[in-house]
C-alpha cells in the first residue's frame, strides 16, 4: 500500500517531536548527555502517549555515531536502521502474543551475547504487563543484572498489573494524558505541512474525542480527512467523533433552563434521529455542565474547560444559571449514566433523566410550599390554643413566663427532691388492697404506653414498681433517680400513665415518684413514727425486701417468683 496513516507518517523521530512529555524527554536527554544509562526502563501511562516512540528514539540516541548526544541524528547508518529496523540488535516484542516462559527464556539465553552492528543491544517489550508469572520469574534476574551492553525498555498501560520486583528494579516514567491544546498545535503543523484545508474548531473537536491520546488524535484527523471533501468543517469532526455539536448542546440546555420538556424532548428525537449514542452524548452533557460550572468559578482558567468552546450562547447560559442548580443537574445525570449502564434501553433512561432535570426546580418550589404550608397550619393551631387558655382565664403572657421559668430548671438537672409530706400522707391512708390493684394493673399500663407510640417514655419504667397505694394517689419507687427526675417532670407521661389507670381501674389516681435510695429513708422514719412493726398494710416493708434479696442471692432472679 501506497498510502500510510498519519499516525505512522509522522511518528516523533526525536525528543523534541513527543508531544506533551517534557517531564520525560527532559530527563533522558540530560541523562544521555552526562552518559549515566539505566540498564532497564519502565515507561507507563495512557495509549497514544508516545512509550513506544520514546523507546525507539532512546534506542537511537545511544547508538548514534555522534554519541553522547541529547537527540539522535537520523543520519548516520544506525539511527537510519533503528528507523527502518533493518539492525537486529534493536528488538521489539509484543508481550501480548509473546507471554510464555519459554520466550522469555529464549532472550534470556541470547542476552549474554553481543550486540553485532551497534554498541547497545535494546530489547523493547510492549504491553509487558501480559506477561505470565513464570515469565515474569524468569525475567527477573536478568533484568536486575544484565550484560553491560543491554538495555531493557519496558512499556505498560497498566503498571499496577506488574509485579512490584519488576519495578523496582527500572527506572519508572510515567507518561502523562496530552492536554487539548497541544494535540490541537500538533494536528495543526500535520495539517499545515500536508496541505489540508480545516476550520479552526474541527480540531479542537477532535483533540477533546481523543481524550490525551495523539494516536486516537491523528486517527480521528485522517478519517476526517478522508470524510470530508475540500475542507474539514465542524461537522465533520463531529460526525467522525460521534459528539454533539455545541449549539445542540447550547440549545438542550437552554430547554431544560427553562423547563421546557416539550422542546427538550424534541432536541432528543432530532439527536436519536442522527444516530448519536444515548451514552456518548449523556457523557457529552455531563462535560457541558461540568464546563460551565468551571468556568462560573474560575472563568479566567478556560484552558481547563474539556469539552465547550466558550460562545455568545454559552456565556448568557453560564450567567443566568446559578451554581447549585447546576449541582443538581451533575448529580442527576451522573445517576442516570450509572443506570444506562446496565441496560438495553439506554435511550428510555436518557429521555427520563431529561424529563426530570426539567422538573428539578418545580419539585424543590412544591417542596418549600408544601414546608411553608405546614409551617402556617402549626402557627395557626398556636394561635388557636393561646385563645383558648386566654377564655379559661389563663393570660397567655402568664403561661409564656411559667414556660420560661419552667425551662432552666428542666435542663438544669442538679437532683430530685422526693415530697415527703405528700409521700407521708399517702402511706397514711395506705392499703393493700389498693397496691395489689395497682401491680395486677401495671403490666397492661405498660402496654398502652407502648401502643401510644411512647416507648422510650415507657423505658423509665424498666426498673421501676409501684410500692404504696390509696384510694386516689400511689407511690412509683424508681432504681435511678434521674430516671424518676425524667419521669416526674414529663407532664404527658404522668397524664397518660394517670388516663390508662383510670381506664382500668375506673379511678383517678395521683402518682408521686421517689428514688430507691430516698424512698428506704422515707418509710423508715414514718414506720418509726408510727411505732409499726415494718408490714403496714399497703407499704412493702424493709423485712419482705431483704428476705427476697437474699433468695435472689442463693438462688438466682430467673429462679424466684414473688406472689402476695
Known amino acids: 500500500m501506497s498510502y500510510q496513516a498519519l499516525y505512522r507518517v509522522w511518528r516523533p523521530q526525536t525528543f523534541l517531536d513527543v508531544v506533551g512529555q517534557e517531564h520525560v524527554t527532559k530527563t533522558l536527554q540530560n ?6 544509562i539505566s540498564h532497564a526502563y519502565l515507561f507507563s501511562g495512557p495509549r497514544g502517549t508516545g512509550k513506544t516512540s520514546a523507546a525507539k528514539i532512546l534506542a537511537k540516541a545511544v547508538n548514534c555515531e555522534r554519541a553522547p548526544v541529547h537527540e539522535p541524528c537520523n543520519e548516520c547508518p544506525a539511527c537510519k536502521g533503528i528507523t527502518d529496523g533493518s539492525i537486529p540488535d534493536v528488538i521489539e516484542i509484543d508481550a501480548a502474543s509473546n507471554n510464555g516462559v519459554e520466550e522469555i527464556r529464549d532472550i534470556r539465553d541470547k542476552v549474554k551475547y553481543a550486540p553485532s552492528v551497534v554498541k547497545y543491544k535494546v530489547y523493547i517489550v510492549d504491553e509487558v504487563h501480559m506477561l505470565s508469572i513464570g515469565a515474569f520469574n524468569a525475567l527477573l534476574k536478568t533484568l536486575e543484572e544484565p550484560p553491560k551492553h543491554v538495555i531493557f525498555i519496558l512499556a505498560t498501560t497498566e503498571p499496577h498489573k506488574i509485579p512490584l520486583t519488576i519495578i523496582s528494579r527500572c527506572q519508572r516514567f510515567d507518561f502523562r494524558r496530552i492536554t487539548a491544546q497541544a494535540i490541537v498545535n500538533r494536528m495543526k503543523l500535520i495539517a499545515d505541512q500536508t496541505g489540508v484545508d480545516y476550520e479552526e474548531g474541527s480540531l479542537q473537536v477532535i483533540a477533546r474525542a481523543a481524550e490525551g491520546g495523539m494516536r486516537d488524535a491523528l486517527s480521528l484527523l485522517d478519517q476526517a480527512i478522508s470524510f470530508s471533501r475540500d475542507r474539514v468543517t465542524i461537522e465533520d469532526a463531529l460526525t467522525v467523533t460521534g459528539s454533539v455539536s455545541q449549539g445542540f448542546l447550547n440549545k438542550l440546555a437552554r430547554a431544560i433552563y427553562k423547563k421546557d420538556v416539550a422542546s427538550a424532548l424534541e432536541a432528543l428525537e432530532e439527536l436519536f434521529f442522527l444516530g448519536k449514542d444515548p451514552v456518548r452524548f449523556i457523557e457529552d452533557l455531563i462535560h457541558y455542565y461540568r464546563d460551565m460550572l468551571l468556568y462560573k468559578a474560575a472563568p479566567s482558567l478556560e484552558e481547563s474547560l474539556e469539552r465547550v468552546m466558550i460562545d455568545e450562547d454559552f456565556l448568557a447560559l453560564a450567567n443566568e444559571m446559578s451554581s447549585n ?6 448529580d442527576t445525570l451522573n445517576k442516570a449514566q450509572q443506570d444506562m449502564r446496565w441496560t438495553n434501553h439506554p435511550k428510555i433512561f436518557l429521555e427520563v433523566a431529561i ?46 413566663q411559667n414556660t420560661v421559668q419552667n425551662k432552666p430548671q428542666r435542663s438544669a438537672r442538679r437532683g430530685f427532691k422526693a415530697p415527703v409530706g405528700k409521700i407521708n400522707e ?56 434521674i430516671h424518676c427526675q425524667m419521669a416526674m417532670e414529663n407532664a404527658k407521661f404522668l397524664e397518660a400513665i394517670s388516663g390508662s389507670l383510670q381506664e382500668l381501674t375506673g379511678k383517678r389516681l395521683e402518682i408521686v415518684g421517689v428514688p430507691e435510695d430516698q424512698w428506704l429513708k422515707i418509710r423508715e422514719e414514718f414506720l418509726q413514727g408510727h411505732h409499726t412493726d415494718g408490714k403496714e398494710d399497703g407499704v412493702e416493708s424493709k423485712e419482705e425486701d431483704l428476705i427476697v434479696a437474699e433468695a435472689i442471692k442463693l438462688f438466682g432472679e430467673e429462679l424466684i417468683e414473688i406472689k402476695d
Request: with cysteine; charged share 25%.
Open 31 to 36: 541523562a544521555l548527555l552526562q552518559q549515566k
Open 325 to 330: 442548580v447546576i449541582y443538581e443537574l451533575i
Open 355 to 400: 424529563v426530570k432535570l426539567c422538573q428539578l426546580e418545580k419539585l424543590a418550589t412544591h417542596q418549600t410550599s408544601h414546608d411553608l404550608q405546614k409551617l402556617i397550619n402549626r402557627i395557626e393551631q398556636l394561635e388557636d390554643e393561646i385563645r383558648q387558655l386566654k377564655a379559661n382565664g389563663i393570660p397567655a403572657s402568664q403561661a409564656t
Open 426 to 481: 399517702i402511706l397514711k391512708q395506705a392499703t393493700k388492697p389498693d397496691l395489689n390493684t395497682i401491680k395486677s394493673c401495671w403490666g397492661d399500663m405498660l402496654d398502652s404506653l407502648v401502643s401510644r407510640q411512647m416507648r422510650s417514655q415507657a423505658a423509665l419504667l424498666n426498673k421501676a414498681e409501684p410500692v404504696a397505694a390509696s384510694s386516689n394517689a400511689f407511690i412509683i419507687k424508681f432504681k435511678y433517680e
